[in-house]
């Protein structure tokens, strides 16, 4: 959550920081603000300009700025702790305003802290976790005042400052309990930033006007493709000269760089009139992407597993730990997992994973999944699934994300950036990546032979023309279902077998772009509770393609079609009986039922994208989520 972004240079800084926080916007846009060093009469002194509200305000509000800065700092806010407002807007400051600060993370012991530092005298102007870093590093750099400290006797002998903006951040550091990435400025060093990072992105780059930092690389790659992407406990000293490194003792440290080979177009709206449409749009390319160099000589590889055929073969239990979207990608694989490979599978929310107590064993095979790579609590039930022994496999579309670094093995799901907030292509390219291991854990168990490998995977990427002709096809009907649904208050999606793993997924797409209700359901459920939501014009959203519950599913719709619900049904091209009880039909191609949740997804995507826009809402930026949730 929260994008930041900073550069020093010899250019003005307002355009550089406006711009890369447009490019941010997607993790957070509460509120936004930038700080910018400015001189007068030859004094330096910083400027912080805040808005509530997306980049847009700010970027009007600086426009009538005269600010010639060529250094400063800027941040996109998802709140946390205190509402958004201009004064829990960020850049934060010292008391005398001669440092400013950006920060995404959150500083678990900052009550603690904060009450202290009042107690020094400090002051606080906002809610925020945030501020105490701010006074952390003023004491650090100007020396803490005599007077009382928490946990010391009255009258505390005062401490010198280090006077060196670098120390002092890393001194402020050795203070906080919790995550961090962080920019700082001073008046007083005018055209450095110092930086630190710990379970927060961090990357840092340097092109041929300056020094940039910025909590992805999309904010920076205008300016540089070769990046650093910082570790925990690494700092980073930015000057208009350049760039220097250091551990949390201040040695220098020279870290590995990146080189970024993706294109800044694939991360623009290339036409589309959203960057959702565009991501639904890309998925045949996901598909195909995500298949190259899975089948080589004949045979199913995944080299990046990090495990021997040996270790493979000796798993008996899976679980998929995700959350959201990436959660019903795990729901997916457990029925192709079980159903190919006999594996028992479990897919478990992350956030609860890490508090109960999983029966893990070394055999025990741990496949986290997430978009972002970056989402907390995906990553705290890693390090406690490793810590128990299991072995944790890594399913993520960020390359060096955090997930891909402390997982043993990782597959990358190709699908390229992903800006809408609502994840899209990204689910599509997990549902691939997990059916290639369900397909590689079944030939290891010679549960399926290397012929009927093959044969799957021709049909897996059969599926990249089958979203196509989707794609092509399908619109006028799916406007038509959208229509039907826009002004309802609640709608129910019903499936079964794997039907009903997707109506999960198209359920939650509805409820996140257009905020209106939905509830997945198994469709043979219905009659245990939910069929009494049910009156006339309510809407259920079925998935009842051709598969062995069709029948089954069919049944379940007359019961609610007797109760005068409005149906919507995704089936299978051809299937002319369907238009007897559903209201709106939307057909997708005959698809083997294992394969069905990559296209079926598709026009449940379209239509939550139609009925948030019939509704008149942003369907990129939905409010109160933000794209990577770095928060537990
Ligand atoms: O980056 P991750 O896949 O770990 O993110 C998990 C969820 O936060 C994410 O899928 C969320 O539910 C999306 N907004 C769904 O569209």
Redesign the pocket.
């Known amino acids: 959550m929260c994008g930041i972004v900073g550069y020093t240079g010899d250019e003005l800084a307002k355009d550089i920081l406006i711009n890369g926080l447009k490019r941010l916007e997607y993790r957070g846009y509460d509120s936004a603000g930038v700080a910018l060093e400015d001189a007068t009469g030859g004094v330096t002194h910083i400027d912080v300009i805040r808005r509530v509200g997306k980049v847009a305000g700010l970027e009007s509000e600086l426009a009538g700025v005269d600010a010639t800065a060529t250094c400063g700092i800027g941040h996109t806010r998802w709140a946390t702790h205190g509402r958004p407002s201009m004064a829990n807007a960020h850049p934060h400051t010292s008391c005398d305003g001669r440092i400013a600060i950006v920060h995404n993370g959150i500083i678990e012991n900052f009550a603690e802290l904060r009450e202290e530092l009042a107690q020094r005298g400090h002051t606080f102007t906002s809610d925020t976790d945030t501020e105490v870093f701010a006074h952390l590093i003023e004491e650090a750099y100007y020396g803490r005042p005599a007077g009382v400290a928490a946990g010391t006797t009255a009258g505390a002998p005062a401490a010198l400052g280090c006077h060196d903006l670098m120390a002092a951040v890393r001194e402020a550091c050795t203070h906080v309990v919790g995550a961090y990435g962080l920019a700082a400025v001073c008046a007083d060093e005018p055209g450095v930033i110092a930086v630190a990072r710990k379970d927060s992105p961090i990357v840092i780059g340097r092109g041929a006007r300056g020094s940039y930092v910025a909590s992805d690389v999309i904010a920076l790659i205008d300016a540089t493709r070769d990046v650093v992407v910082l570790e925990d406990g690494q700092f980073a000293r930015l000057a208009p000269e350049g760039i220097t490194y250091t551990d949390a003792e201040g040695t220098p440290i020279e870290p590995a760089v990146t080189h970024i080979d993706w294109d800044i177009d694939m991360a623009e709206k290339g036409g589309y009139p959203d960057f959702m449409l565009k991501e639904i749009c890309e998925q045949p390319r996901v598909v195909r992407d995500t298949l190259v160099g899975r089948m080589t000589g004949g045979e199913l590889t995944i080299d990046e597993l990090g495990l021997s055929l040996e270790e493979l073969n000796l798993i008996d239990r899976v679980y998929v730990i995700?959350?959201?979207?990436?959660?019903?990608a795990g729901l997916i694989a457990k029925n192709l997992i079980e159903m190919w490979a006999r594996i028992p599978c479990e897919v478990e929310a992350?956030s609860e994973f890490r508090y109960r107590n999983p029966i893990i064993t070394p055999s025990t095979l741990v496949v986290a999944?997430?978009?972002?790579?970056?989402?907390a609590?995906?990553l705290a039930a890693i390090r406690d699934a490793r810590i128990k022994g299991a072995k944790v496999f890594g399913i993520?579309?960020v390359v060096g994300s955090p997930?891909a670094r402390e997982s043993d093995g990782v597959i990358y799901t190709k699908a390229n950036k992903e800006i809408a907030?609502?994840?899209?292509k990204?689910?599509i390219g997990?549902v691939v990546s997990l059916t290639l291991l369900a397909l590689l854990l079944a030939q290891v168990k010679y549960r399926l032979t290397v012929g009927q490998v093959r044969m799957l995977f021709r049909e897996l990427g059969d599926t990249a023309e089958q979203i196509q002709w989707i794609l092509d096809t399908q619109k006028d009907a799916i406007h038509e279902a959208a229509l039907a649904c826009k002004d309802a208050h609640s709608a129910l999606f019903v499936g079964r077998g794997m039907g009903a793993a997707i109506a999960n997924e198209g359920a939650?797409?509805l409820k996140?772009i257009s905020y209106l209700h939905a509830e997945a359901y198994a469709a043979g459920e219905m009659k245990h509770g939910p069929i009494a939501l049910i009156d006339p014009g309510f809407p259920v959203i079925a998935i009842a393609t051709k598969s062995p519950v069709y029948d089954k599913t069919v049944s379940n719709l007359k019961e609610c079609e007797a109760r005068g619900a409005k149906i919507v049904v995704v089936a299978t091209e051809g299937d002319e009986d369907i238009a007897q009880i559903a209201d709106h039909v939307i057909y997708i191609p005959p698809v083997r039922d294992a394969f069905s949740a990559i296209t079926a997804t598709v026009p449940l995507q379209l239509l939550a994208r139609e009925v948030a826009l019939m509704r008149g809402c942003d369907v990129d930026q939905?409010r109160n989520?933000a794209?990577?949730?770095t928060v537990e």
């Open positions: 995700a959350c959201g979207t990436s959660y019903h992350a999944v997430s978009q972002s790579g970056e989402t609590d995906t993520t579309n997930v907030v609502a994840s899209t990204s689910f997990q939650l797409k996140e939905p989520l794209k990577s949730v």
